[in-house]
């Protein structure tokens, strides 16, 4: 509790005459908290959350738990969508924009929904090979790319390594699907858990609005 206190984030506690730290309800109600949380959401949003509630401002704090729960949706989302790709390669994506024959790194990255500098680093580890504009030397993506950029950021989800990453898209272009298809299914894996911390953390904020509530009516 004393982390919490220097940082800011939790009501400071009363003293004893002794010097001692006065904990209440309250306290405990904050400390549950940040310990469901912080693995669900992060110490940043955490803080946030924390930070709103502790100001008064229950309702931002809600409302920023809600946007890393639809966050998280779209990830399952993708994950999903993937992992369909990889079971059947024939199966129309539904993305952001129109896949086309040709595509700059702009618009590849804006219907995978990932950033260029991720598609560049992806790129300098050999991770995908777009082709090259021969007037320009503009690359040019195509959607055997977009099939591969959505794979790696499923995979970015899971424990693998540059090398297996590089394997396993390989693999895919080859049609050997087996190793991305449980790539897929770990990442949903990982999503499902995260969910599972997000909601007890959910409940554990509701839990502490509460005893925080009741707290300010005795006040009164």
């Known amino acids: 509790m004393r982390h919490y206190e220097s940082w800011g984030i939790v009501p400071k506690p009363e003293r ?43 309702d931002q704090a809600f409302w920023r738990m809600n946007k890393a729960q639809a966050d998280l949706q ?5 994950t999903d969508q993937t992992l369909e790709m ?54 040019i993506y195509q959607s055997t790319h977009v099939r591969q950029i959505l794979l790696l950021r499923t995979m970015r989800k899971t424990v693998f390594f540059i090398d297996q990453m590089r394997e396993i898209v390989q ?20 999503i499902s858990e995260r969910n599972r911390l997000q909601m007890n953390a959910i409940y554990e904020v509701i839990r502490l609005c509460k005893v925080v509530n009741e707290e300010d009516e005795d006040d009164y």
């Open 74 to 78: 779209y990830e399952k989302m993708t």
């Open 171 to 190: 693999a895919v272009e080859h049609h050997s699907v087996q190793k991305a298809k449980q790539s897929a299914v770990q990442a949903r894996e990982y």
């Open 86 to 139: 990889l079971r059947n390669p024939e199966l129309p994506l539904t993305l952001k924009g129109t896949v086309k024959e040709e595509m700059t790194i702009g618009e590849v990255a804006e219907i995978t929904d990932v950033l260029p500098s991720s598609i560049r680093h992806w790129e300098k580890e050999g991770l995908i090979t777009p082709k090259r504009n021969l007037e320009n030397g503009y690359r």
């Open 16 to 58: 004893f005459e002794n010097g001692y730290r006065k904990y209440t309800d309250v306290h405990l109600a904050y400390f549950r908290c940040l310990r469901a949380m912080f693995p669900a959401f992060g110490h940043a949003l955490t803080s946030e959350v924390v930070l709103d509630i502790k100001n008064g401002n229950q």
